[in-house]
T-cell receptor, first 111, second 112 residues
Framework: SQQGEEDPQALSIQEGENATMNCSYK?????LQWYRQNSGRGLVHLIL?????REKHSGRLRVTLDTSKKSSSLLITASRAADTASYFC???????????FGEGTQLTVNP | DAGITQSPRHKVTETGTPVTLRCHQT?????MYWYRQDPGHGLRLIHY???????DKGEVSDGYSVSRSKTEDFLLTLESATSSQTSVYFC???????????FGPGTRLTVT
């Protein structure tokens, strides 16, 4: 079964708007990672946040982690058409040494 | 995709035939992974390796075997392909299970 579940499954916005995607998980984690996948390509790592961190920034990306709610959010500010992709969260559980991926959010940014 | 290649990139095969997919890395990372990606299931781990000749099963390992005789190569074998193994297969590498993973471009396998 999937550890992480993204919400929404699909999101369509206009260029310049902000996009927020959420990820919920079930068990204790060491870290949570976000990846992007463009159509027909492999996944690309975006950002890693450890369980003792609450917020991280990378360029136009902002990730928050709330371990008490077992949830994370990915915010993309001032979105561009090139941000159109699927976004996945992945969790590394404290009990294991592997990542478990969610099913992803399909983001479409309209020019 | 830099530093990781997968071959073949596309393959069509018949039910019951053996198939081997290859992942090659030039990054000298210790960990290598095989995932499959299917609509409605996201990415699921098939097998992974934590060193030469050291491998372990993932959540969907039935029907698959792996081998790693060199640091740079990780092979995934379908002993007798079935239609349920039609999927896109991704290889990934990482320095440590707690670090980010780097993915290859994927292999699209169709079993008819």
């Amino acid at each position: 079964s999937q550890q992480g579940e993204e919400d929404p499954q699909a999101l369509s916005i206009q260029e310049g708007e902000n996009a927020t995607m959420n990820c919920s998980y079930k068990t204790s984690i060491n870290n949570l990672q976000w990846y992007r996948q463009n159509s027909g390509r492999g996944l690309v790592h975006l950002i890693l946040i450890r369980s003792n961190e609450r917020e991280k920034h990378s360029g136009r990306l902002r990730v928050t982690l709330d371990t008490s709610k077992k949830s994370s959010s990915l915010l993309i500010t001032a979105s561009r058409a090139a941000d159109t992709a699927s976004y996945f969260c992945a969790t590394e559980e404290t009990s294991g040494s592997r990542l478990t991926f969610g099913e992803g959010t399909q983001l479409t940014v309209n020019p | 995709d830099a530093g990781i290649t997968q071959s073949p990139r596309h393959k069509v095969t018949e039910t019951g035939t053996p198939v081997t997919l290859r992942c090659h890395q030039t990054e000298n990372h210790r960990y290598m992974y095989w995932y499959r990606q299917d609509p409605g299931h996201g990415l699921r781990l098939i097998h992974y390796s934590y060193g030469v000749k050291d491998t372990d099963k993932g959540e969907v390992s039935d029907g698959y075997s792996v081998s790693r005789s060199k640091t740079e190569d990780f092979l995934l074998t379908l002993e007798s392909a079935t239609s349920s193994q039609t999927s896109v297969y991704f290889c990934a590498i990482s320095e440590s299970p707690t670090y980010e993973q780097y993915f290859g471009p994927g292999t699209r396998l169709t079993v008819t």
